[in-house]
């Protein structure tokens, strides 16, 4: 198992991937245990309801899994300072996403969709897994944020990559309103975050925390 994962990203970048894994799934999904209970703020302003529901945007939300997986895979093989500073400051994002998730939920009202097309049925089934809570910051931005901002230490690839990324991520955003997923302030506050977390990992240097992990499960 260990040999087939270094075909597809480095050693060194298991520990990295794994707890953010962990990390998600605990802030996504686990804080619902939670607040499902608790009282939610709508956080909808007069642009994001003048914001039309475009289903066919759905399309860009789902190929975001697509960008997030490949994007990691990148940076995690670009070595292991680029692996452990843009993961690091994730982990920072992602941990702030869990507080804010518990001390502030979100939700938002949803458009009835009426329409029969295939956006329109891929838009309702989204609905349908994917409850509208947890919105504050956007995960769904958070992730394409870094995975733009991670692109920029790539070398081993062409400088048109992190163009393509830098508007796939854009299209992204504009993905989470148009199809009604999430507000403004939702974006907003994923960027804030990320940069944030890029900010202090640099200062305080949070990629320590990969490198003792990987010191201490490496004996």
């Known amino acids: ?58 399309l860009i939300y789902l190929l975001a899994f697509v960008q ?15 692996c452990y500073y843009i993961f690091s400051a994730e982990m920072f994002a992602k941990l702030c996403c869990l507080i804010i998730f518990f001390i502030f939920p979100t939700t938002l009202v949803r458009p009835e969709i009426t329409g029969t097309g295939f956006f329109d049925r891929i838009c309702s089934l989204v609905y349908s897994l994917d409850a509208a809570d947890n919105l ?25 990559y992190k163009w393509i990324t830098l508007i796939f991520s854009l299209l992204v955003f504009a993905s989470t309103v148009l199809v009604k997923q999430h507000v403004l302030l939702d974006m907003a506050g ?10 202090l990992s640099k200062k305080l240097h949070f990629d320590r925390f990969f490198i003792v992990l990987e010191k201490r499960f490496a004996r």
């Not at 958070?142 to 081993?156: D, H, Q, T």
């Open 1 to 58: 198992m260990r040999h087939k994962l270094q075909k597809i990203i480095p050693e060194y970048s298991f520990l990295p991937v794994a707890t953010l894994l962990a990390l998600n799934i605990l802030t996504y999904n686990g804080t619902r245990l939670i607040t499902g209970n608790m009282h939610h703020y709508d956080i909808t302003t007069p642009l994001d309801t003048a914001t039309p529901f475009v289903p066919a945007f759905i």
């Open 68 to 82: 997030w997986i490949s994007g990691y895979m990148i940076i995690a093989r670009e070595s292991r300072e680029v």
């Open 190 to 199: 994923a960027v804030i975050l990320v940069e944030t977390g890029l900010f």
């Open 136 to 160: 504050f910051p956007s995960i769904h931005c958070l992730e394409s944020w870094v995975v733009f901002r991670g692109a920029l230490y790539v070398k081993k690839l062409p400088g048109w």
